[in-house]
Structure formats: structure tokens, C-alpha cells
């Protein structure tokens, strides 16, 4: 784990390995390309959160590099239960679409997907949060996409290890209380 720190057009980098980030008044950021979720972003840059609410400027100590570090080592293997979640949950979330916007049920509007791979049709990722507490040594991480059937609110899921916490809107993804009240159970 190594973690360098340097000041670059008047704003603190820290650099964790294969990740720089910078503050941007409200958290620490970074702009990562995980090959694994590339059919997710379209092969564009993610945005990397650390500490996303409930945090201060101060630079990243030792333990929450580690935390980031984690996080780079391991999304490949939450990827799965991620996507096998948000695919189970998809249904219910298509058919509140339709009801919501009191739209008869048709493939165009919001298509019926069967597979995770078909998951990629309608949601894209966006940001990646990694909450600054852990329980057992790993972060609460947060997914954070835009969506077909929420444009406004997106969709959030969290998640600890490989088990997903909670499926919602995008704020899922950055609450610090959602994975506090999971920590603390």
C-alpha cells in the first residue's frame, strides 16, 4: 500500500497506487477505468468518491488509503452480486416506471431485461463512493448509476464486501448512515 502526496497547481494530490485523488471542496475524488465495469461506463472514466458525506478536507490517513486500496483490488468480485440484485429488483422497479408515469407497459419505453448483461441497456455507472468506515477491515461502498427509469434520482446500490446492503435511488450510494446502521448491527 503506497500512498504519496504532493501538491500539484496549488491543490493536495494523494496518489494510491494506480489512483490520484484531489479535493474538490466537498470530498475526495479521483478518476478511475475499471476494466470490469467498462460495459457499464462505455468505456469512459468513473468517478471515484471517498468520504462523500461526513468528512473533512483533511488529507486521506494511512487506514483510509487502505480503504481505497481495497476497493481496487476487489470490485471485480462485487461486480456479480451487484448486478444479480439490481436484476432481481428490476422488475418491480419497471413496473413502478409504468405506474408512476401512468405509461401502458411497452419494450421502447423501458425494455424487459433477462440477463445482467442486458442491465447495461438501461443503467450506466457513473461514481463510485467508498464510505470512510469498514467493518471488518472492508469499506461500505456505494454504486451510484443514471438510469432509464429515473433520470432525476438514478439508482444507488450499497454494498459491504460482496453482500449488497440496500437498493434505492442514487443517494444509496453516498449516504453515510445507510452503511453506518448496517456497521453497527
Given at each position: 500500500?503506497?500512498?504519496?502526496?504532493?501538491?500539484?497547481s496549488?491543490?493536495?494530490?494523494?496518489?494510491?497506487?494506480?489512483?490520484e485523488?484531489?479535493f474538490?471542496?466537498?470530498?475526495?475524488?479521483?478518476?478511475?477505468?475499471?476494466?470490469?465495469?467498462?460495459?457499464?461506463?462505455?468505456?469512459?472514466?468513473?468517478?471515484l468518491?471517498f468520504?462523500?458525506?461526513?468528512r473533512?478536507?483533511?488529507?486521506?490517513?494511512?487506514?483510509?488509503?487502505?480503504l481505497?486500496?481495497?476497493?481496487?483490488?476487489?470490485?471485480?468480485?462485487?461486480?456479480?452480486?451487484?448486478l444479480?440484485?439490481?436484476?432481481?429488483?428490476?422488475?418491480?422497479?419497471?413496473?413502478?416506471?409504468?405506474e408512476?408515469?401512468?405509461?401502458?407497459?411497452?419494450?421502447?419505453?423501458?425494455?424487459?431485461?433477462t440477463?445482467?448483461?442486458?442491465?447495461?441497456?438501461?443503467?450506466?455507472?457513473e461514481?463510485?463512493?467508498?464510505?470512510?468506515?469498514?467493518?471488518?477491515?472492508?469499506?461500505?461502498?456505494?454504486y451510484?448509476?443514471s438510469?432509464?427509469?429515473?433520470?432525476e434520482?438514478?439508482?444507488?446500490?450499497?454494498?459491504?464486501?460482496?453482500?449488497?446492503?440496500?437498493?434505492?435511488?442514487?443517494?444509496t450510494?453516498f449516504?453515510l448512515w445507510?452503511?453506518?446502521?448496517?456497521?453497527?448491527?
Amino acid at each position: 500500500m503506497s500512498a504519496s502526496r504532493y501538491l500539484h497547481s496549488q491543490t493536495v494530490c494523494i496518489s494510491v497506487r494506480n489512483m490520484e485523488f484531489t479535493f474538490n471542496e466537498f470530498w475526495w475524488q479521483a478518476g478511475v477505468q475499471f476494466f470490469a465495469w467498462s460495459d457499464f461506463s462505455q468505456g469512459d472514466s468513473i468517478k471515484l468518491r471517498f468520504a462523500p458525506e461526513g468528512r473533512d478536507e483533511s488529507p486521506m490517513d494511512a487506514d483510509e488509503v487502505a480503504l481505497a486500496t481495497w476497493l481496487e483490488g476487489n470490485h471485480e468480485g462485487q461486480k456479480q452480486p451487484l448486478l444479480t440484485a439490481v436484476l432481481d429488483a428490476y422488475p418491480a422497479l419497471r413496473r413502478q416506471f409504468f405506474e408512476d408515469y401512468d405509461i401502458k407497459e411497452n419494450e421502447e419505453s423501458l425494455p424487459t431485461i433477462t440477463s445482467e448483461d442486458g442491465l447495461a441497456k438501461v443503467i450506466a455507472l457513473e461514481e463510485i463512493n467508498i464510505h470512510q468506515i469498514s467493518k471488518d477491515g472492508v469499506p461500505y461502498v456505494g454504486y451510484q448509476f443514471s438510469c432509464s427509469w429515473d433520470e432525476e434520482h438514478g439508482l444507488g446500490v450499497l454494498m459491504h464486501d460482496k453482500r449488497v446492503i440496500e437498493i434505492g435511488g442514487a443517494d444509496t450510494a453516498f449516504l453515510l448512515w445507510i452503511a453506518e446502521r448496517d456497521r453497527d448491527t
